[in-house]
């Protein structure tokens, strides 16, 4: 009854950017469209936003694209967010990773945040794993041996990521007085992060929906509040993606609101206090 | 005393679900959570979720279309200095009277403008007038068109947050 | 005295033009404030030169933000400012009437600051 009839050039430019990125356009979203879209139709000259998402969809121009992708792509930036992975990383899985790298079993421990966004969530790993091998009174164990892999879809963002300045509004939203200042300098506005912290997160552009994934796998991996946006067909390819690139044993982390239904085919889901987590069978 | 508890509880009925769950299907949810960083839960209102609310300060709007929507979103004075300092990184007592009541409006102000677009998107155009604030400890806004009036709460552990639409 | 990049903000609410200064100096510009079209104006004629993007309200008392946009098109001296409009103005056909009328790019309330720190580091980049 309400929610207006889609035209045909929104259906167009909905199925355009879902086979880009996968992101399912919902048409209660469509009003929020033009406004994402109006630099482009600036730059294009075109018309009207019917002509523009004509002209988009039957562009091969990579910019183009890019910058389409870039426009609709939504962006959570919160520190540590939904609390529970964070004590999950330092009080069950980090002593058991710690004890490896120790015993020689594993020389390093990989941790990919796919979608990173503006680099709080990447960081807030590197800088739970430092604190957390700070309590737990691990010189000997070298930082290196953490790689944090962050990866997003917008060259923009990972820019901004890996400048590692944050604003006054950015940096009160779930970061804990003591991580504040600890990690950060306060130079007037800006927030500037610690450059050990930085130096431990690599970022890099990544589209999750391309077939080819380049860098490895790993021992956990952060994939948070990023399949609400995909359609049902590119969240079943994308977490199968996620789950290649897991290692054997290795542990998922979802969003706190987020199902995953059918995941006791390839992982177990475990519990430690409030918090869920998902870890790969050893044997699939 | 029966009586009395039903006449309330009808001054909150809610006309028509299918357009209240639209119009507020989380857009203002959204809005704070965008502009704040606070999740906060949606509930609808009965008489005794709101008893102990405590509005002290009120941002209010009108949108004038086929219909004409009066949008308030009414608070604490706790809330709104929560709410704004969240929103602009500011310590909360370094916040203003002014500052909260420019704050609340304006999270009016954006609530209308989420309406006025899904709307325009639904073939309705409405204008927005500029919004105003309303302060007073213990005020309420009260309709005459009682029927037309649909509530909501959004609330935290911390703060409470009530708005309200009715179509005049 | 350091030359900074200056933004100049319009928005008849202090809040958003507290949140904008906040996502302007992440990136060491510095942020001009009006709270009205007249005020806009008076600041553009002393500070046009070193001006390198207005981000525009559109409701606003007084002048609204097409009409003070149509102003700023207008004037040989302030054309080639880049204008964003920052607003909760959303219909498609009020789009496009802004951008018929010169704007640069668009950003809707609600909006994160980050959002706004990137658009502009996008258009004053472009620029």
Same mark, same amino acid.
């Not at chain 1, 990383?89 to 990989?110: F, Q, T, Y």
């Not at chain 3, 100049?8 to 510095?30: T, W």
């Given at each position: ?6 035209s ?6 909905q %199925? ?6 996968g /992101?399912s ?10 406004? $994402? ?11 009207s ?5 004509l002209?988009?969809c039957?562009t091969?121009d990579?910019?183009l ?10 962006? %959570?930036?919160f520190?540590?967010? =939904? $609390?529970t992975?964070?004590?999950i990383?330092?009080?069950?899985l980090l ?12 020389d ?10 503006y ?8 800088m739970?794993? =430092?604190?957390c ?10 930082? %290196?041996s953490? &790689? ?7 060259? =923009?963002v990972?820019?901004m ?5 944050y ?10 007085e003591?991580? $504040?200042?600890?990690?950060f300098?306060?130079?007037g ?23 080819y994934f380049p860098?490895?796998?790993?021992d956990?991996?952060f994939?948070?509040? /990023?399949?609400?946006?995909?359609s049902?067909?590119y969240?079943?390819?994308?977490m199968d993606?996620?789950?290649?690139s897991?290692?054997?044993g290795?542990v998922?982390?979802i969003?706190?609101? %987020? ?10 889901m475990? &519990?430690?206090?409030?918090? /869920?987590?998902?870890?790969? $069978?050893?044997?699939? | ?15 028509? +679900?299918?357009f ?11 809005i704070?959570?965008?502009m704040? *960083?606070?999740e906060?839960?949606? +509930?609808?209102v009965?008489? +005794?979720?709101?008893?102990? @609310? ?10 004038? *279309?086929?219909?004409r929507?009066?949008?308030?979103l009414?608070?604490s004075?706790?809330?709104?200095r929560s709410?704004v300092?969240s929103?602009?990184g ?5 916040l ?10 304006e999270?009016a ?7 006025k677009?899904?709307?325009s ?24 068109n009682?029927?037309?009036? @649909? ?11 009530m708005a309200?639409?009715?179509?005049l | 005295m ?9 928005d008849d609410s202090?809040?958003?033009? #507290?949140?904008?200064r906040s996502?302007? !100096? ?6 001009? !404030? ?12 002393? !500070?046009h030169?070193s ?21 700023i #098109? #207008? ?11 920052v607003?909760?103005e ?8 802004a951008?018929q009328?010169?704007?640069?790019n668009?950003l809707l309330k609600p909006?994160t600051?980050?959002e ?8 004053v980049?472009?620029?």
């Amino acid at each position: 009854m309400y929610g207006g009839t889609a035209s045909k050039e929104f259906i167009m430019i909905q %199925e355009f950017i879902e086979g880009k990125c996968g /992101i399912s356009l919902g048409e209660e979203k469509a009003y929020l469209l033009e406004s $994402k879209l109006a630099s482009l139709l600036v730059e294009s000259g075109a018309s009207s936003f019917e002509d523009l998402y004509l002209k988009i969809c039957t562009t091969n121009d990579p910019d183009l694209i890019d910058s389409v992708i870039e426009a609709v792509t939504i962006n %959570e930036t919160f520190w540590f967010r =939904d $609390k529970t992975p964070w004590y999950i990383i330092e009080e069950v899985l980090l002593p058991a990773l710690v004890a490896k790298l120790r015993n020689g079993e594993r020389d390093r421990i990989r941790i990919w945040s796919a979608a990173c966004s503006y680099g709080q969530e990447p960081y807030s790993v590197a800088m739970c794993i =430092d604190r957390c091998l700070s309590r737990m009174g691990a010189a000997d164990i070298r930082p %290196e041996s953490f &790689q944090i892999l962050a990866t997003d879809i917008s060259s =923009d963002v990972i820019q901004m990521a890996e400048a590692g300045n944050y604003d006054n509004i950015s940096i009160s939203r779930g970061l804990e007085e003591d991580y $504040k200042s600890r990690y950060f300098i306060n130079q007037g506005r800006i927030w500037r992060l610690d450059e050990e912290i930085k130096r431990r997160v690599c970022f890099k552009q990544f589209n999750l929906i391309e077939s080819y994934f380049p860098y490895g796998q790993f021992d956990i991996i952060f994939c948070r509040n /990023i399949f609400i946006y995909f359609s049902e067909r590119y969240k079943k390819e994308v977490m199968d993606r996620i789950t290649a690139s897991l290692k054997p044993g290795g542990v998922l982390f979802i969003g706190s609101s %987020e199902l995953f239904e059918d995941y006791s085919r390839c992982y177990t889901m475990e &519990q430690y206090r409030n918090g /869920i987590y998902y870890r790969k $069978k050893e044997c699939l | 005393m029966n009586n009395t508890n039903q006449g309330k509880q009808q001054h909150i009925e809610e006309s028509d +679900e299918a357009f209240s769950n639209w119009f507020f299907s989380n857009s203002i949810k959204e809005i704070i959570f965008t502009m704040t *960083g606070m999740e906060v839960l949606e +509930e609808k209102v009965s008489v +005794e979720t709101i008893k102990d @609310l405590k509005q002290e300060i009120s941002g209010v709007i009108v949108l004038i *279309g086929n219909k004409r929507i009066m949008l308030s979103l009414s608070m604490s004075t706790y809330s709104a200095r929560s709410l704004v300092a969240s929103m602009t990184g500011l310590k909360p007592e370094s916040l203003t009277q002014e500052d909260l009541v420019d704050g609340v409006a304006e999270l009016a102000n954006i609530a209308a403008g989420k309406v006025k677009a899904k709307l325009s998107s639904n073939g309705e155009h409405y204008d927005i007038l500029l919004p105003y604030s309303i302060t007073g400890d213990n005020h309420s806004i009260i309709h005459k068109n009682k029927i037309a009036v @649909l509530i909501r709460l959004y609330h935290t552990e911390n703060i409470a947050v009530m708005a309200k639409v009715c179509l005049l | 005295m350091e030359f900074k990049t200056k933004i100049l903000s319009v928005d008849d609410s202090s809040i958003i033009r #507290k949140i904008i200064r906040s996502s302007v !100096e992440v990136l060491n510009y510095s942020l001009l !404030e009006a709270s009205s079209g007249n005020e806009a104006l008076s600041i553009l004629v002393r !500070e046009h030169e070193s001006i390198k993007l207005i981000l525009l309200d559109w409701n606003m008392p007084g002048m609204n933000g097409l009409e003070l946009l149509k102003i700023i #098109k #207008k004037d040989n001296l302030y054309r080639n400012i880049p204008v964003m409009m920052v607003t909760t103005e959303g219909e498609k056909e009020n789009i496009v009437k802004a951008v018929q009328a010169g704007v640069a790019n668009y950003l809707l309330k609600p909006f994160t600051s980050e959002e706004l720190t990137k658009k502009v580091m996008q258009c004053v980049g472009r620029g």
